[in-house]
């Protein structure tokens, strides 16, 4: 299987700052790489596809980039609305496989 | 509005089996692929494994952790998911979640997500 890590496992900020959250597969993806977003009991909502495809809908504060093996999230100027935990998944294998989530909570 | 409503979880002893149902609406599930995914207690989200459309086949996928353990099958005519888990164990814990997936086409290729996540239903093993 695909192995994803996520750095850091958590980040503390403030409103207005920009945060980053770097993904890595355990080997070549291309960009076969989604991330969701989730909130404390509460079920994740997909944000990026295709490592950098803003799902519709989501603001423009968040971006994504990366290719084959290194991946990062973005958001430009964190919101009140963004504390939350953030999750990659590869599907580049059928064996759809996530990463164990970045925790962005108030500094 | 795309809606997932997943019921079924409980409590259930170790080797206890559970039937899980995920009633969708707002989307033509015939021609849906779907997904079951599930969140341990303060742990990550891990896929336990989908099914394709009749029409793409019907077939089904599985997390190797699971396979032989866990099946998923789909009603059409009710429009529902059902992941049907045997064996159980006490890491079976978690909430289950089943999702809508899409496969776009791009220029690099197709690229598969999980849309739509229901709110989720928790099965809890434990003697």
């Known amino acids: 299987d695909i192995q994803m890590t996520q750095s850091p496992s958590s980040v503390s900020a403030s409103v207005g700052d920009r945060v980053s959250i770097t993904c890595r597969a355990s080997q070549f993806i291309n960009n076969f790489l989604n991330w969701y977003q989730q909130k404390p009991g509460k079920a994740p909502e997909l944000l990026i596809y295709?490592?950098?495809t803003l799902q519709t809908g989501v603001p423009s504060r968040f971006s994504g980039s990366g290719s084959g093996t290194d991946f990062t999230l973005t958001i430009s100027s964190l919101q009140p609305e963004d504390f939350a935990t953030y999750h990659c998944?590869?599907?580049?294998?059928?064996?759809?496989?996530f990463g164990p989530g970045t925790i962005v909570d108030s500094k | 509005e795309v809606q997932l409503v997943e019921s079924g979880g409980g409590l259930v002893k170790p080797g206890g089996s559970l039937r899980l149902s995920c009633a969708a609406s707002g989307f033509t599930f015939t021609n849906a692929w779907m997904s079951w995914v599930r969140q341990a207690p303060g742990k990550g989200l891990e896929w336990v494994g989908r099914i394709k459309s009749k029409t793409d086949g019907g077939t089904t996928d599985y997390a190797a952790l699971v396979k032989g353990r866990f099946s998923i099958s789909r009603d059409d005519s009710k429009n529902t998911l059902y992941l049907q888990v045997n064996s159980l164990k006490t890491e079976d814990t978690a909430v289950y979640f089943c999702?809508?997936?899409?496969?776009?086409?791009?220029?690099?290729?197709?690229?598969?997500?999980?849309?739509?996540w229901g709110q989720g239903t928790t099965v809890t093993v434990s003697s």
């Open positions: 295709a490592a950098s």
């Open positions: 999702t809508t997936d899409r496969i776009k086409a791009l220029v690099l290729g197709y690229y598969y997500y999980m849309e739509v």
């Open positions: 998944q590869q599907s580049h294998s059928t064996q759809f496989t």
